[in-house]
């Protein structure tokens, strides 16, 4: 739940970011939209002067050319002056009629030349001033071009500037959103389990529920007919007249205790700030301490109020106390509540504190109405928030005493009333009212003096906000004390109930009988869960007669098979023994025989070598050898079978001495020969067995380390595919979500390119245009400065 809280604090702020990105971007379209707007009311402006530039131009250029005409009117006029002058000058001699003549066509001529010199100065005139006209606007038309060109441009940089700050910041908010869409994600699949899990859990309670209905109506009914017993000396002790653990009204409780520790949060940081700005206001005015010294008074109300977090903190951690020891397994009455004696007496050293800052708090106020700059309403106003700090301090007292009084039944054996504890409530919640009142009363009167204090001239800026802080903290109490009573007259009726008491009793619940309630609270629950765990199924009398005959005639048939087992097991031991042995005789009678047979090879050897003696003779000594065979042969089996030896291998047969030829042919085997080499045989075989069976051993164990270090590796990489899978699908799913918004961005970044180029372009030629009207006005300004000083 964290972090999908985090995740939507994010996205809001997120949200708000861009609500005011997007603002600020419609102003600035605004401001585009009016600046071209404007640029384009001056090229209107600029058009309708080149008409009238154009029309001057056009009366210069007819004005030039009357002038042109005019001068040559004059010289002619001149030429004709200069001949009749002269024609005048030839004609003295004649008569006075053509003098006078000549003198009057000589006047007519002289006014013609003056009005026409006249209207010439007029036009040089005329000429001048519109020239001059000319130049001081196409001054302003420049000066107001170069005005809109670096509008333009600085218009262009904020233009480009929030582009590619609003580019960027698209880019996080994609990127965010895209983040945020895969949480969303995880947390709908989390939320569908979430569901899915919370159905099953409702159908098992459901079907938990009408196990136990069916239970409890069992019992219920087992109670009713089959336990009628009850406890006539001691009823308050009776067993069934022991209340039944409400776990409503604990969850209840819990849930209350908690809103209220809120609003106990509320009203301590309220009163906190408070003390900590009185102090700064005490230390500001009527006096300011950096400047000079306050009253002893002052100082010493300073110091107390410096010393408020002492006995404002310990009332939040007491009530939290009070709220961690109200839980689902506790009874929460007021002869159980132990934490609330703990917070009685905090509350109980708040107000003796409220007391001792009384007298300091009515005599600074004294102090300030003593100041020569204070005004009669503000004299007044300190003389109401005395009345308002007197009658704050007094319904603190007043909410300790109903405190204190809630606590008695907690050390009281006997308990108190229900009626008693309903009054205490209900003069506990218009008390709550009542501070309610009275700080809402000292907060008007606060602000009333602020805005006569505003008025002084020796009020300073630190004295403004130390007031406004001190405004604030006095809102805050306000709408704390006002929620906190709100609070307790709305839930006035869970107070004053009942929530436990034994059965057909009027009188509280006292801690022995909350103890023996939690008691058999636990014993219940035991019992329920002894009852849900599998019992086994009960056997009929018969058959377990039956099957205890069965196990004794099985232990005893045990006993005897335990016995065949160990003496066949000894019999096994005997003939591994004598199996061993007659290997070893085996042995032996394959070295006799390879013995035998190495003497009969000699003696056949001998016998050829004798075969010149004849025929009988030979007969003789094949018998007589074979005679002498036999008689070796016998006595040899019959020393075998009598004479052992024993030794470290195991027993070996030992064959004596009897004849001289039979010493001759075992000469070579004696026993102790015989005997090393049946041991280094053995040895050899068991060193052999032993490497062999070593071998297997580290080849077993090392493949057993191999297959199961394979099965781990097994294991791992099926984990990491189904990771990667899961991780390639999720990357599927951005790469299509940022290659869609990629396609977005890249229109939406498009179309505003080519509406930039368009409006370039258009930029571009007006520019254009206006060069060239400038260019132009400057060479007509250039000719005409050019025929002015030809003329």
């Known amino acids: 739940?964290?972090?999908?809280?985090?995740?939507?604090?994010?996205?809001?702020?997120?949200?708000?970011?861009?609500?005011?990105?997007?603002?600020?971007?419609?102003?600035?379209?605004?401001?585009?939209?009016?600046?071209?707007?404007?640029?384009?009311?001056?090229?209107?402006?600029?058009?309708?002067?080149?008409?009238?530039?154009?029309?001057?131009?056009q009366e210069m250029d007819s004005l030039s050319f009357r002038n042109q005409q005019l001068a040559k009117r004059v010289e002619l006029l001149q030429e004709e002056l200069a001949a009749n002058e002269a024609k005048?000058?030839?004609?003295?001699?004649?008569?006075?009629?053509?003098?006078?003549?000549?003198?009057?066509?000589?006047?007519?001529?002289?006014?013609?030349?003056?009005?026409?010199?006249?209207?010439?100065?007029?036009?040089?005139?005329?000429?001048?001033?519109?020239d001059e006209q000319h130049k001081k606007e196409e001054a302003e038309m420049r000066s107001r071009l170069e005005e809109l060109e670096r509008s333009s441009q600085h218009h262009q940089a904020v233009v480009d500037g929030l582009t590619a700050k609003y580019s960027e910041t698209i880019e996080r908010l994609q990127s965010d959103k895209a983040r945020l869409e895969?949480?969303?994600?995880?947390?709908?699949?989390?939320?569908?389990?979430?569901?899915?899990?919370?159905?099953?859990?409702?159908?098992?309670?459901?079907?938990?529920?009408?196990?136990?209905?069916?239970?409890?109506?069992?019992?219920s009914s087992v109670i009713q007919e089959k336990v009628p017993f009850n406890d006539t000396q001691f009823s308050d002790y009776n067993s069934l007249n022991v209340p039944s653990h409400n776990r409503r009204h604990q969850l209840k409780a819990r849930d209350l205790a908690g809103q209220a520790f809120s609003f106990i949060q509320d009203l301590v940081a309220g009163l906190l700030n408070f003390h900590s700005y009185t102090e700064q206001r005490v230390h500001i005015y009527p006096l300011d301490s950096s400047i000079e010294s306050i009253s002893p008074l002052n100082q010493k109300f300073s110091q107390y109020l410096h010393e408020n977090a002492v006995y404002v903190r310990p009332l939040e951690e007491s009530f939290l106390q009070l709220h961690q020891s109200i839980t689902e397994d506790t009874v929460t009455v007021l002869e159980t509540v132990d934490k609330l004696k703990n917070l009685c007496d905090i509350f109980s050293t708040y107000c003796r504190f409220l007391q001792k800052l009384l007298p300091y708090q009515l005599k600074s106020?004294?102090?300030?109405?003593?100041?020569p700059l204070c005004t009669p309403a503000l004299t007044l106003k300190n003389r109401e928030l005395q009345n308002d700090v007197k009658r704050?301090?007094?319904?603190?007292?007043?909410?300790?005493?109903?405190?204190s009084l809630l606590t008695f039944p907690s050390f009281r054996q006997d308990g108190m009333p229900q009626s008693n504890t309903s009054a205490v409530f209900t003069q506990l919640s218009a008390c709550l009212h009542s501070l309610h009142d009275a700080v809402k009363e000292m907060s008007k009167h606060y602000n009333q003096k602020a805005s006569l204090e505003q008025d002084l001239?020796?009020?300073?800026?630190?004295?403004?906000?130390?007031t406004e802080c001190l405004l604030g903290s006095l809102g805050s109490l306000t709408s704390s004390t006002g929620k906190l009573a709100t609070f307790f007259s709305n839930n006035l009726d869970f107070f004053t109930s009942s929530g436990y008491g034994p059965r057909g009793n009027t009188v509280a619940l006292n801690p022995l009988q909350a103890e023996i309630m939690l008691s058999n609270k636990k014993k219940a629950a035991s019992y329920i869960q002894a009852l849900k765990r599998p019992r086994p199924q009960s056997v009929p009398y018969r058959e377990a007669l039956a099957n205890r005959r069965i196990l004794t005639s099985s232990t005893e048939s045990r006993e005897g098979l335990t016995q065949q087992v160990q003496q066949s097991q000894e019999k096994i031991a005997r003939l591994e023994q004598e199996k061993e042995h007659w290997l070893l005789e085996a042995q032996l009678g394959k070295v006799r025989l390879e013995k035998e047979n190495q003497r009969i090879s000699d003696l056949e050897a001998q016998l050829a070598m004798a075969l010149g003696e004849g025929r009988n003779s030979q007969t003789t000594v094949v018998s007589s050898l074979t005679q002498n065979h036999e008689e070796v042969e016998t006595p040899l089996k019959t020393t075998a079978k009598e004479t052992m030896c024993t030794s470290l291998v195991g027993m070996l047969c030992t064959v004596p001495v009897v004849e001289h030829d039979v010493a001759c042919v075992l000469q070579v085997g004696d026993e102790e020969s015989r005997e090393q080499l049946i041991k280094t045989h053995y040895m050899t075989r068991v060193g052999e067995l032993t490497t062999q069976l070593q071998v297997s051993d580290s080849k077993a164990v090392h493949f057993h380390s191999e297959c199961r270090a394979?099965?781990?590796?097994?294991?791992?990489?099926?984990k990491s595919r189904e990771t990667i899978?899961?991780?390639?699908?999720?990357?599927?799913?951005?790469?299509?979500?940022?290659?869609?918004?990629?396609?977005?961005?890249?229109?939406?970044?498009?179309?505003?390119?080519?509406?930039?180029?368009?409006h370039l372009c258009s930029m571009n030629e007006t520019l254009s245009k206006q060069k060239e009207e400038i260019d132009t006005l400057k060479l007509g300004s250039k000719a005409n400065a050019k025929k002015n000083k030809g003329r």
């Open 365 to 371: 106020l004294e102090e300030e109405c003593q100041t």
């Open 725 to 758: 899978v899961e991780e390639m699908k999720r990357a599927s799913q951005n790469i299509t979500h940022l290659q869609d918004e990629l396609s977005t961005t890249k229109r939406s970044y498009e179309d505003q390119l080519s509406m930039m180029s368009d």
């Open 88 to 130: 005048s000058k030839r004609g003295k001699n004649k008569g006075d009629s053509p003098s006078h003549h000549g003198g009057r066509t000589q006047s007519v001529f002289d006014e013609d030349l003056q009005k026409k010199i006249e209207e010439n100065e007029r036009l040089h005139i005329q000429f001048y001033e519109a």
């Open 457 to 466: 001239p020796t009020a300073t800026e630190k004295l403004f906000t130390t």
């Open 182 to 219: 895969v949480k969303t994600q995880t947390l709908e699949r989390e939320g569908k389990d979430c569901r899915l899990r919370a159905e099953e859990c409702q159908q098992q309670l459901r079907r938990c529920q009408s196990e136990l209905n069916r239970q409890l109506k069992q019992s």
């Open 710 to 718: 394979l099965a781990k590796r097994l294991a791992i990489a099926e």
């Open 1 to 57: 739940m964290a972090n999908v809280t985090d995740l939507q604090t994010k996205y809001s702020r997120l949200a708000q970011e861009y609500s005011k990105l997007r603002a600020q971007n419609q102003v600035l379209k605004k401001a585009v939209v009016d600046e071209q707007a404007n640029s384009a009311s001056l090229k209107e402006q600029l058009k309708q002067r080149d008409q009238s530039l154009r029309k001057q131009e």
């Open 392 to 403: 704050v301090t007094l319904v603190f007292d007043k909410l300790q005493n109903y405190i």
